[in-house]
């Protein structure tokens, strides 16, 4: 619960007004000159972990009725970005899909597909990132430590390689590897080359971590791989 004061006046924001109040700021803001509000909700998987079927059922309720009235234009000048997992969405006992007036509004139609799809529809499943947009990915992180810790990046395109070739050689990774996982783990190696300047990448990484790697890859598709990339 909150409380919200306006000069002498003093409004409490309630599990039945909070959406009425978020209007109200929208509103406010288009006032002091911003083009609306953009509100961002994640983890819309813990409706979906609720165990209390008529608890998950007014909490999709309030989705619907948000839906509705953007579509609708009864809510101006905000919109709704809500992130959740594919299960939390499709499952039809305790998803957003289990809500059959969410799921006819919500659901796919017949022509997209995983390749061409409508990214103005309600729902856009994001892919997951390629080797090379990950490649990308890490060279930006590289730069943006150095730039953090005042030093040069020194690790070249092959053990930016060798990182990868890694982190995707390990057991499951080509369907359970995350973004997260692979950023964590950069993170920790370059922090611990910049804390321990006498250590090189194959000493961390192990020499043998190709050879190790269930399913790894040879050296020359490696470097085919992300070749575009090299400087």
């Not at 819309?44 to 579509?71: C, G, P, Q």
């Not at 020194?154 to 890694?166: A, D, K, M, R």
């Not at 973004?179 to 922090?191: A, G, K, Q, S, Y």
């Amino acid at each position: 619960m909150s409380v919200i004061k306006f000069g002498k006046l003093a409004f409490i924001v309630t599990d039945d007004t909070w959406y009425d109040f978020l209007k109200i700021f929208a509103a406010f803001l288009v006032g002091a000159g911003y083009k609306g509000m953009l509100v961002l909700i994640d983890e819309i998987v813990n409706i979906f972990k609720i165990s209390n079927s008529i608890t998950r059922a007014n909490n999709y309720e309030k989705i619907l009725t948000m839906y509705n009235d953007v579509l609708q234009g009864k809510a101006k000048h905000i919109g709704f970005l809500m992130g959740g997992t594919t299960q939390c969405i499709e499952d039809k006992y305790k998803g957003v899909y289990s809500y059959e007036a969410l799921r006819s509004r919500l659901s796919e139609g017949h022509f997209a597909t995983a390749d061409v799809k409508d990214l103005s529809a309600p729902i856009i499943r994001l892919q997951m990132l390629s080797q090379e947009e990950m490649y990308i990915l890490i060279e930006k992180l590289l730069n943006i430590h150095a730039q953090l810790y005042n030093y040069t990046p020194n690790l070249s395109h092959e053990e930016l390689v060798y990182f990868l070739t890694v982190e995707y050689n390990r057991v499951g990774a080509d369907t359970h590897i995350t973004p997260r996982e692979i950023i964590r783990d950069f993170i920790e190696l370059i922090n611990i080359l910049h804390q321990n300047p006498d250590k090189n990448v194959s000493e961390i990484l192990g020499d043998n971590s190709f050879q190790m790697a269930k399913g790894g890859i040879s050296d020359e598709e490696i470097h085919s791989e992300f070749q575009e990339f090299e400087v």
